[in-house]
């Protein structure tokens, strides 16, 4: 209900921006040169932000011209800045979409208009999408519970902290880590959501430890819960290096806990890559017409820890003042 | 006796609430009465306590702030911002409050002088304070700090851990200002007759907007002892806050209609909160679960209030 109103607030300012940036923005000019449109959800949050400017650089080398326009987490937003795509005529879209079905009558707009869409990181679940290129969250927890197998070598306790309940990267999380985990003799000795944030993966940890003190392994679904739990650990005088920790997401902040020694290793699931590999694929389409072998793409999640820091995305380094 | 039990549940409803929770926690789980998780439990509840004191003034004028959660990131990754500039952390904190009532006081008086309810008023903050936290940040956290600030979210004093204490003195200096002074006498008159109060010479005006700068104040206070606490300042800080908040005044027994109620209450709704989010952890209840037990004792809570105002 409370979102709801939010949001209710916020279409109405969305709208008029969205109508001045529009005004603002050059019309798309008929000279050859391949345009296209791109709109994420939010850019406020670092993920679009990175996933923008890998999306921009690849079009500069691909030499094509490309309009981001961002949807500020509004579904109804987003399908008019795609409707305004149509309108200028654009050769494609890039999308990750709000909502998986709020955007459906957007796809099947394009398709009407006969414009390809590829969406990226998010899907949607109707319309003709030329591709869609992802992350396989469950091929990540399939990945970070192996690498506590290997660390333990087989058996120990683990405790796992879920993100928020009923959202799919925490259910695709927990079903690819259990899947792995519970194969083996390792236990998993409590699992309990944090809500994917720093402040609640901290106080949970720290509950959880009033009861638990044997375990050898902590798995997050993310790395602000990660990072918040071993806050709790470093402050209940749990020694770290007895315990193997893995967070989600390879966000700056994990990668240098990981540099200090602070955390074992994290989930990278190239979102950059993901992006670049999605334009690419819009564009050959564009120039040769032909459609991509493949209607899905899955870039395959790698665990980043001390020994291959060097493997993850520059998602762009924690704000130094 | 049925009158007894009717006073008795008038009286210290939600105290009797609370006991009854840890009653059964700790025959569930040994562990729960143990004292290292009874000052956990405090540590945890310190930020969401801390908060919730000030939201007791802006209840008890009859009003609602919805912008705390957003003012906690806002006023979190500017302290954190400030602390990395070199600051000395006196000036840190004090920087860091300053912002805090100056965001309750504008709350303040776009509801007063501006004649907009605070629930729209707030609303309105809630959005700007979190759009202006993510810019100030580009999304990014801010983190890892100097010994002497962290000192504030995660040192001791005489063996108490430091939220604690900030929570204590919180609560202790509320409860003395709503008692024994003027501005105290005159909320709960705004709030139990806003009219009467007008009539009767109160400058309404003046003491509502005082109740929403107490309560970005205290936003801004539990956001230094958050960000201390976590090692970070984060743009995405605080989001759901308002509403651990709001339940623990409401269950604490203060009246959303205003004029009654008071920071005692809203303690022990605080500490009500913290426990159950504990003794939910110790218990291993799944995550789905946990949404509907809490938000039944929300429910149950403000009957009980109910059945005190009839």
Same mark, same amino acid.
């Given at each position: 209900m409370k979102r709801q109103v939010v949001f209710a607030a916020l279409i109405g300012t969305a709208a008029l921006l969205g109508a001045g940036l529009a005004g603002c923005q050059r019309a798309a000019q008929d000279d050859g040169r391949i345009v296209i449109g791109m709109t994420v959800p939010s850019l406020t949050h670092p993920f679009f932000v990175h996933l923008r400017d890998n999306v921009v650089d690849e079009a500069q080398q691909l030499d094509v011209e490309i309009i981001v326009v961002d949807a500020e987490d509004v579904a109804a937003k987003q399908m008019s800045i795609v409707e305004d795509f149509i309108a200028r005529r654009v050769d494609g879209v890039v999308i990750s979409p709000i909502g998986a079905d709020a955007l459906v009558p957007a796809i099947e707009a394009l398709n009407k208009a006969s414009i390809p869409v590829v969406t990226v990181d998010r899907k949607v679940s109707g319309g003709q999408v030329l591709v869609h290129v992802g992350a396989d969250n469950v091929e990540g927890g399939r990945a970070a519970a192996r690498f506590i197998v290997d660390q333990l070598a087989g058996k120990g306790r683990v405790i796992e902290l879920e993100g928020t309940p009923g959202a799919s990267p925490a259910i695709d999380r927990k079903a690819g880590f259990h899947a792995v985990i519970d194969a083996t003799d390792i236990e998993v000795i409590a699992s309990q959501t944090a809500n994917f944030q720093r402040a609640n993966g901290q106080s949970v940890m720290e509950n959880l430890l009033q009861v638990h003190r044997d375990f050898q392994a902590v798995y997050a679904a993310n790395d602000e819960m990660m990072l918040g739990a071993v806050e709790a650990m470093e402050a209940n005088k749990v020694d770290a290096a007895q315990v193997v920790t893995v967070g989600y997401d390879a966000i700056p902040d994990a990668l240098s806990y990981i540099r200090a020694g602070r955390l074992d290793a994290s989930v990278e699931q190239y979102p950059g890559r993901q992006a670049r590999e999605a334009l690419r694929m819009l564009v050959a389409h564009l120039r040769t017409g032909a459609p991509p072998e493949t209607d899905e793409v899955y870039i395959k999640p790698v665990v980043i820890s001390a020994a291959n820091l060097d493997e993850a995305e520059d998602k762009g380094v924690t704000r130094a003042q | 006796m049925k009158h007894w039990i009717g006073t008795a549940l008038r009286q210290y409803g939600i105290f009797l609430g609370l006991i009854g929770v840890v009653i059964v926690l700790s025959a569930c789980e040994p562990r729960f009465l143990a004292v290292e998780n009874l000052t956990n439990i405090l540590r945890q509840t310190s930020v969401i306590g801390i908060m919730a004191v000030g939201m007791t003034f802006v209840i008890l004028t009859a009003g609602i702030d919805l912008s705390v959660g957003s003012i906690l990131a806002l006023t979190g990754v500017v302290c954190a911002s400030l602390e990395h500039r070199g600051w000395p952390v006196v000036a840190v904190v004090a920087a860091t409050l300053a912002l805090g009532a100056l965001i309750g006081t504008l709350n303040g008086i776009v509801t007063t002088v501006g004649r907009v309810t605070p629930f729209v008023v707030t609303l309105g903050t809630m959005s700007i304070a979190r759009g202006l936290s993510h810019i100030y940040t580009g999304g990014q956290p801010i983190s890892r700090f100097g010994a002497a600030f962290r000192y504030l979210g995660t040192g001791e004093f005489l063996g108490v851990p430091v939220p604690i204490l900030i929570f204590a003195l919180t609560v202790l200096l509320a409860a003395a200002v709503l008692r024994h002074t003027v501005l105290g006498r005159y909320l709960y008159a705004i709030g139990g007759n806003e009219e009467a109060a007008l009539l009767s010479g109160i400058s309404v005006t003046v003491y509502k907007t005082l109740a929403y700068t107490i309560c970005g104040l205290t936003a801004a206070l539990g956001a230094v002892v958050l960000t201390s606490r976590l090692d970070a300042g984060e743009s995405i800080a605080g989001i759901g806050y308002e509403l651990d908040v709001i339940a623990a005044v409401v269950i604490g &027994?203060?009246? =959303? =209609? &205003? &004029?009654r109620g008071g920071v005692w209450g809203t303690l022990i709704g605080a500490l009500l909160i913290g426990t159950i989010n504990n003794g939910m952890n110790l218990l291993m209840i799944s995550s789905y679960y946990q949404l509907v037990v809490k938000g039944v004792i929300i429910v149950v809570a403000v009957l009980l209030d109910r059945l005190r105002g009839d």
């Amino acid at each position: 209900m409370k979102r709801q109103v939010v949001f209710a607030a916020l279409i109405g300012t969305a709208a008029l921006l969205g109508a001045g940036l529009a005004g603002c923005q050059r019309a798309a000019q008929d000279d050859g040169r391949i345009v296209i449109g791109m709109t994420v959800p939010s850019l406020t949050h670092p993920f679009f932000v990175h996933l923008r400017d890998n999306v921009v650089d690849e079009a500069q080398q691909l030499d094509v011209e490309i309009i981001v326009v961002d949807a500020e987490d509004v579904a109804a937003k987003q399908m008019s800045i795609v409707e305004d795509f149509i309108a200028r005529r654009v050769d494609g879209v890039v999308i990750s979409p709000i909502g998986a079905d709020a955007l459906v009558p957007a796809i099947e707009a394009l398709n009407k208009a006969s414009i390809p869409v590829v969406t990226v990181d998010r899907k949607v679940s109707g319309g003709q999408v030329l591709v869609h290129v992802g992350a396989d969250n469950v091929e990540g927890g399939r990945a970070a519970a192996r690498f506590i197998v290997d660390q333990l070598a087989g058996k120990g306790r683990v405790i796992e902290l879920e993100g928020t309940p009923g959202a799919s990267p925490a259910i695709d999380r927990k079903a690819g880590f259990h899947a792995v985990i519970d194969a083996t003799d390792i236990e998993v000795i409590a699992s309990q959501t944090a809500n994917f944030q720093r402040a609640n993966g901290q106080s949970v940890m720290e509950n959880l430890l009033q009861v638990h003190r044997d375990f050898q392994a902590v798995y997050a679904a993310n790395d602000e819960m990660m990072l918040g739990a071993v806050e709790a650990m470093e402050a209940n005088k749990v020694d770290a290096a007895q315990v193997v920790t893995v967070g989600y997401d390879a966000i700056p902040d994990a990668l240098s806990y990981i540099r200090a020694g602070r955390l074992d290793a994290s989930v990278e699931q190239y979102p950059g890559r993901q992006a670049r590999e999605a334009l690419r694929m819009l564009v050959a389409h564009l120039r040769t017409g032909a459609p991509p072998e493949t209607d899905e793409v899955y870039i395959k999640p790698v665990v980043i820890s001390a020994a291959n820091l060097d493997e993850a995305e520059d998602k762009g380094v924690t704000r130094a003042q | 006796m049925k009158h007894w039990i009717g006073t008795a549940l008038r009286q210290y409803g939600i105290f009797l609430g609370l006991i009854g929770v840890v009653i059964v926690l700790s025959a569930c789980e040994p562990r729960f009465l143990a004292v290292e998780n009874l000052t956990n439990i405090l540590r945890q509840t310190s930020v969401i306590g801390i908060m919730a004191v000030g939201m007791t003034f802006v209840i008890l004028t009859a009003g609602i702030d919805l912008s705390v959660g957003s003012i906690l990131a806002l006023t979190g990754v500017v302290c954190a911002s400030l602390e990395h500039r070199g600051w000395p952390v006196v000036a840190v904190v004090a920087a860091t409050l300053a912002l805090g009532a100056l965001i309750g006081t504008l709350n303040g008086i776009v509801t007063t002088v501006g004649r907009v309810t605070p629930f729209v008023v707030t609303l309105g903050t809630m959005s700007i304070a979190r759009g202006l936290s993510h810019i100030y940040t580009g999304g990014q956290p801010i983190s890892r700090f100097g010994a002497a600030f962290r000192y504030l979210g995660t040192g001791e004093f005489l063996g108490v851990p430091v939220p604690i204490l900030i929570f204590a003195l919180t609560v202790l200096l509320a409860a003395a200002v709503l008692r024994h002074t003027v501005l105290g006498r005159y909320l709960y008159a705004i709030g139990g007759n806003e009219e009467a109060a007008l009539l009767s010479g109160i400058s309404v005006t003046v003491y509502k907007t005082l109740a929403y700068t107490i309560c970005g104040l205290t936003a801004a206070l539990g956001a230094v002892v958050l960000t201390s606490r976590l090692d970070a300042g984060e743009s995405i800080a605080g989001i759901g806050y308002e509403l651990d908040v709001i339940a623990a005044v409401v269950i604490g &027994g203060t009246s =959303l =209609l &205003g &004029g009654r109620g008071g920071v005692w209450g809203t303690l022990i709704g605080a500490l009500l909160i913290g426990t159950i989010n504990n003794g939910m952890n110790l218990l291993m209840i799944s995550s789905y679960y946990q949404l509907v037990v809490k938000g039944v004792i929300i429910v149950v809570a403000v009957l009980l209030d109910r059945l005190r105002g009839d």
